[in-house]
């Protein structure tokens, strides 16, 4: 071996190309068996980098998120939910709404889908390789309340305002005390000024939205102003997927289907 042949792992471990460090013995093996080009040598070992990298990205960004579970797109089943167009999903599931800063929100009453759909909206961006957080409007009121209490508002609130999306399930289970509701609105409001999408899920329509905001008209506008500038507003409809799921116990699961 001449000395650039002795360099090549160091360097590649020096440069922390670790994976094409490690298939670097067996990937030049196989070039000099095949009579590779050096083009298609050096493709070859920076494909299996790419990919392990990728791989560890979007490890990451699932661990990041914090879904409940982990849902997807091919797992919903359109044909239990005819309100919901599917080739409006196909769009989503592309990712165009992130770089437009578009939100998504998601209507409609218990058990249709919401979350799910906005899990696996959630996933489908990481899987794209960004950061994703899924928080709950009630987990959120009560991390950054404690937050705020404790002196470290501005870190927590990094949480909320940094990822590429931000999913706030259930809002408008519960009515928030002005404090909690003013701290939701710093978050969509952040997020607003730098143009990060949010994906919104509510059983509440947009009217009945003071009630969620400590019955404060003016700072549910202010919220939903920002919300709905740019937005794709998703109501669906129908039968709880849930109570239907009960009702056909014993028999087949339903089917899913890619929407
Ligand atoms: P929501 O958030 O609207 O209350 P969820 O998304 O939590 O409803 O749905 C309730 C359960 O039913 C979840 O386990 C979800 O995966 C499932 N579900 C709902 N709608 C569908 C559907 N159309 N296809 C497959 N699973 C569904
Ligand atoms: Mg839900």
Known sequence: MNLHEQQALPGLQAL?????????????????AGNWS???????????????????TVTLNLQFARFPAIKRLAQFDCAQQPSLDPRLVEELATGRYLAEARNVVFLGPP?????????????????QGHRVYFTSVTELAR?????????????????????????IDEAGYLKLEPAHA?????????????????????????DQWAEVFAGDPVMASA????????ATVITLKGDSYRMLERKKAGGAPPLARVC
Request: with cysteine.
């Open 16 to 32: 922390g190309l670790a994976t094409a460090a490690e298939h670097l013995e067996s990937v030049s093996q196989q070039a000099a």
């Open 38 to 56: 050096y083009r298609r040598f050096l493709g070859h070992l920076l494909e299996g980098e790419r990919t392990a990298r990728h791989h560890k």
């Open 111 to 127: 058990g249709v889908g919401k979350t799910h759909l906005a899990i696996a909206l959630g996933v489908s961006c990481a899987e």
């Open 143 to 167: 991390r950054l309340g404690k937050a705020m209490a404790e002196n470290r508002l501005h870190r927590e609130m990094n949480n909320y305002t940094r990822p590429k999306l931000l999913i």
């Open 182 to 206: 003013s701290l939701l609105f710093q978050v969509i409001a952040q997020r607003y000024q730098t143009g990060g999408s949010i994906i919104l899920t509510s059983n509440k329509p947009f």
């Open 223 to 230: 919220v939903l102003d920002r919300l709905l500038h740019k």
